[in-house]
């Protein structure tokens, strides 16, 4: 054994005795093989890459549906206000008034009052984008691509792929790829992650990131972890070819999904409300604090098209509301408790927002442009942007006056350090989201 | 990284299969780049095997041997000149081709006094009417992509789907641009008319295809202000490749491209839109219009190795792989293929035969080498180990978490496809895509018709025994390695002993119950996705 060749790392012995030096480098999983170039640098281990800042996570929250900014964030101090939402319009008493700002938020988001008075919590109003689409597809794609055509990969995956598959800016000026760099919880991927080099990962919950033949006869098993945890060198196959790829990538999966699933398996260490984003933030909270590689995270809940029965201060929009603020609110106590609040920030948003008028059902359409929040113990607080007019509407809708892509470009400039022009593929001048950078 | 083979004494690796390792690493048995005919003799199982996985889908146990007994020639002529086979009319769902429909004169009245008027009422009423029209036309496309996944799965010409999923990845268009069903399914049928036809037919059909001129801009490209996408990637992605063009022959063919439109589903030629002055073109001087220009891409050098590196890439290996021997030999085939294609007008034909039937695309390092793509991977194992199909909108699924959702490429660069399709996510995918076809069990839950469909091993074992004789006395260690050879096309000691170990362990009988078990074992095998 020659542990000044520290290239010198197989998986089997990843997967059986830990960091235990040994030879057969062709077989080191890539994205063990940075780790095991330079000990120090363990991704399992959370230490970042000299220069990049490895440690801040972003989370990204979507909102499916078109959520209701106007009762979301609420104007009560306009009458305007009132006059188009006579039955589902949050009544002044009710809303939860934020200091130094003419908006106040839906009494079911009172949860996040304390992150709001403690600096945890801006609100960016009025974001949007020209010529807005009010179909939930076309809409929620152009949010995903930053593309007002809806075309190309998505923001986070262009991310991804500047920054060398979101681990760094690259050693020896050769990318790296990072299996982990992007997690959606989910079935499938969103196209927000979506770029050329990284595929993230996606699984409903951990428990399917696995082989689910064993679920069909258990004993399958073991003959499985044989066949899959192979060493390429083992096969005999050529070490450039396509089969000794397989056969590491493999290996590769087996070590992602042990972890993985170890890491979403351990004792939650605090309580959570039931609702299906808790249990999503619940898992990203766990995978955060197992120390995975991973810089996004991307979780989402649905339910926000109230075409009728919308309600007001309570009924089916404050339910959802309510959901989303508790689990928040939970998700950032788990955080401070782990001693990682700090590294992350969470953003949430909707494809669109609704009209100022309530419709005929009590309920509210298709409209423009909404609030988005940032949450975390670095965002700059307060409410950042203008509040839309209610009295000069377009066509019955609010006038956006912050494109969304400025938040992108923010959040990527300030909180990722990264080069948001060429993500974006065009200029927006950076919103102001954190503290200090 | 060092190519000294594993030398570890924790390594369980047999000393034999090192040794053999470090020899072929060492001194790598050159491929062969002969388009000479395989000769009569040397056209067994594993050969026969193989041409059915790249010519199309895979086969049967039965398919396998039927080549064999037909020979090298006539199997190939048999999957290239499918014109021959018989086969279904491509419109068998009788699409519609008005969901997506420009207003009538009417509406465009009505909209246009709704406006006027600020009548909001009417406004969203005509919005819903459009959003109405919009999910009509995805449930359409999703209607396509079934027809086409099972066209793929029950085809008897299986090479003409195959290659129309080739123009489908090179001519990449997708419906979240084009937005209209009807259009991508007038495509598809462009592309299948040609795939293994003219090349220059295709490439003449692209440029008058309202799909391709909406994806890429070209409606609005007119005299004055041209729309330089189409012209780009005319030459860029579909004909030429970077480096074979300039900037200004981008500029004078989108020129040449102008006023070339469409008006609901039919090509449309505005004269008025058109500009007519000269232009300077790939090294011509002309007042040129588009078939002009696609001339032109057609008689210049690059065209010809450009197909042909495409066809390579698709049917044979992947290339470049910036490994020695293996890009020399390649080249040397290509360049032959693009000979071929020239002399032969473009017709691809004569060239795809020949190269099926050449000594290079038989090369042991050639077979087994090519990573299925998501679609073959699927189609595939339906039509080689005849799993049940059970839920084409599952199946669907599955190929877009592995990458591949056909209609909708991720870019007008189409798939990237070899290893990009392979991550861990993906891996995963894979694996339980196929624990789904053989056994019904779904990630969460089970298919409800998991037990009236079941997966028959029955045929599979007759089929086997039939073409790999040794299997036919029953002995399990036999059948395994027929299974291996037939299912991965290789066996290797460290497999079988674990598969012979689960039979034992499983009372030593291959009970249709265990041949599925194995079949699980053996799809999750890395060397399950590769052909």
């Known amino acids: 054994m020659n542990d000044r060749i520290p290239s010198a790392f197989t998986r089997r012995q990843f997967l059986t005795t830990g960091l235990t030096l040994a030879s057969a480098s062709l077989t080191i999983p890539a994205f063990l093989n940075s780790s095991a170039f ?53 009544p002044e008493n009710k809303v939860v008034k934020l200091s130094k700002s003419p908006v106040g938020l839906h009494p079911a988001l009172a949860p996040l009052a304390d992150m709001y008075n403690d600096g945890q919590m801006s609100v960016v109003q009025g974001t949007g984008y020209p010529n807005p689409n009010r179909s939930h597809f076309k809409s929620m794609d152009i949010w995903h691509t930053a593309d007002t055509t809806a075309t190309g990969d998505g923001w986070l995956g262009k991310y991804f792929d500047a920054e060398c598959c979101g681990f760094g800016k690259g050693e020896g000026g050769r990318p790296e790829p990072n299996p982990q760099a992007g997690i959606a919880i989910g079935r499938e991927a969103p196209l927000a992650m979506k770029g050329r080099m990284v595929t993230p990962l996606a699984f409903e919950s951990a428990d399917l990131f696995r082989w689910t033949g064993g679920d069909v006869s258990r004993d399958l098993t073991p ?73 996004v995270y991307y979780v989402s809940m649905g339910g926000f098209d109230t075409h009728a029965g919308q309600g007001g201060e309570q009924g089916r929009h404050a339910q959802l509301l309510g959901q989303f603020a508790a689990a928040v609110k939970a998700f950032y106590a788990d955080l401070k408790l782990q001693g990682n609040a700090e590294r992350v920030m ?92 | 990284m060092s190519t000294q083979p594993a030398n570890s004494p924790q390594t369980p690796v047999p000393d034999s299969v090192k040794a053999a390792a470090a020899r072929n690493r060492a001194n790598p048995k050159p491929i062969t780049s002969s388009m000479s005919p395989l000769g009569p003799k040397q056209f067994g199982l594993e050969e026969a095997r193989h041409l059915l996985w ?44 008005d969901i997506i429909r420009p207003p009538s004169a009417e509406e465009r009245a009505m909209a246009q006094q709704a406006r006027r008027a600020r009548d909001e009422e009417s406004l969203a009423r005509l919005r819903v009417r459009q ?49 209209d069903s009807y259009h991508m399914y007038a495509q598809n049928n462009l592309l299948r008319k040609h795939a293994a036809g003219s090349f220059a037919d295709m490439l003449y059909g692209i440029i008058r295809d309202p799909a391709m001129i909406k994806y890429l801009d070209n409606d609005e490209s007119r005299k004055g202000r041209p729309n330089e996408n189409l012209a780009r990637e005319l030459m860029e992605l579909f004909g030429l490749g970077v480096g074979n063009y300039t900037e200004q022959d981008i500029k004078e063919g989108a020129r040449a491209l102008t006023g070339y439109t469409f008006r609901d589903d039919e090509f449309v030629f505005e004269r008025q839109n058109h500009d007519t002055g000269v232009k300077q073109l790939l090294g011509a001087k002309g007042g040129f219009n588009g078939e002009d220009f696609v001339r032109l891409i057609l008689q210049n050098r690059a065209c010809a190795r450009f197909v042909a590196t495409k066809l390579y890439r698709y049917l044979v290996h992947d290339y470049p792989t910036g490994r020695k021997g293996v890009d020399e030999a390649a080249n040397s085939v290509i360049n032959q293929m693009a000979d071929g294609i020239r002399r032969d007008n473009y017709a691809m034909g004569p060239t795809i035969k020949r190269l099926l039937s050449s000594q290079h695309f038989y090369d ?57 399709w392979i991550n861990t996510a993906t891996l995963f995918v ?58 991965v096309g290789r066996t290797d000691a460290a497999s079988r002993d674990t598969l012979e170990q689960f039979v034992r362990s499983h009372g030593g009988r291959l009970t249709p119950k265990v041949i599925t078990d194995i079949m699980l074992l053996i799809t999750a095998m890395p060397e399950y996705q590769l052909c």
């Open chain 1, 223 to 295: 003959a499985y972890d044989q066949i899959t945890r192979r060493e390429a060198a083992g096969t005999g196959a050529d070490p450039e070819s396509n089969a000794a790829f397989l056969t590491r990538t493999a290996l590769d999966a087996q070590v992602s999904s042990d972890t993985i699933r170890r890491a979403v398996a351990a004792r939650p260490r605090s309580a959570y409300p039931q609702s299906e984003l808790a249990r999503q933030l619940q898992m990203v909270a766990s995978m955060i604090h197992a120390k995975l590689s991973t810089r």
């Open chain 2, 131 to 179: 959003q109405e029209a919009e999910r009509l036309d995805r449930e359409q496309v999703r209607a396509m992509q079934k027809w086409w996944l099972t066209r793929m799965i029950e085809t008897p010409r299986p090479l003409e789907e195959k290659l129309t999923l080739l123009w489908h990845g090179h001519f990449a268009t997708s419906f979240r641009t084009v937005e």
């Open chain 1, 346 to 437: 969470t953003m949430s948003f909707s494809e669109f927002g609704r009209r100022v008028g309530q419709n005929a059902s009590n309920g509210t359409d298709h409209g423009t442009a909404a609030p988005m929040f940032l949450f975390g113990p670095m965002v700059k607080p307060g409410v950042l942007t203008q509040h839309p007019s209610l009295t000069d509407l377009d066509q019955g809708d609010l006038r956006y006056n912050t494109d969304f892509r400025s938040v992108y470009a923010g959040v990527l400039e300030q909180w990722m350090k990264a080069d948001s022009k060429k993500i974006l593929e065009g200029t927006f001048n950076p919103l102001g989201v954190l503290t200090k950078t």
């Open chain 1, 38 to 90: 330079g000990l120090p640098r363990n991704w399992w281990n959370g230490t970042s890459t000299p220069g990049a800042p490895d440690e801040r996570i972003l989370v990204v929250i979507q909102l499916g549906g078109g959520n209701d900014g106007l009762n979301t964030v609420v104007p009560y101090g306009e009458a305007a206000y009132y006059k188009a939402r006579p039955a589902i319009g949050i």
């Open chain 2, 54 to 97: 790249r010519a199309g889908f895979g086969g049967t146990p039965n398919q396998i041997q039927t080549l064999v007994s037909w020979g090298l020639e006539k199997s190939v002529d048999y999957l290239v000149n499918y014109q021959q086979v018989a086969g279904s009319e491509p419109d068998p769902k009788g699409f519609r081709s």
């Open chain 2, 364 to 420: 042991p390092r050639i077979r087994n080498e090519q990573i299925k793509s998501p679609v073959q991977l699927i189609v595939g194992a339906a039509r080689s180990l005849n799993t049940p199909v059970r839920d084409l909108d599952a199946l669907l699924d599955a190929a877009k978490l592995m990458g591949q959702d056909i209609f909708f490429p991720p870019s007008v660069k189409g798939w990237d496809g070899g290893r990009s």
């Open chain 2, 430 to 487: 894979r694996q339980n895509t196929l624990v789904f076809m053989l056994t019904g069990k779904r990630p969460m839950g089970r298919d409800p018709l998991a037990d009236k469909e079941p997966f028959d091993a029955a045929p599979l074992l007759t089929q086997l025994a039939d073409a790999y004789p040794d299997s036919a006395s029953g002995d399990p260690e036999r059948v395994i390695d027929a299974i291996l050879q037939f299912a």
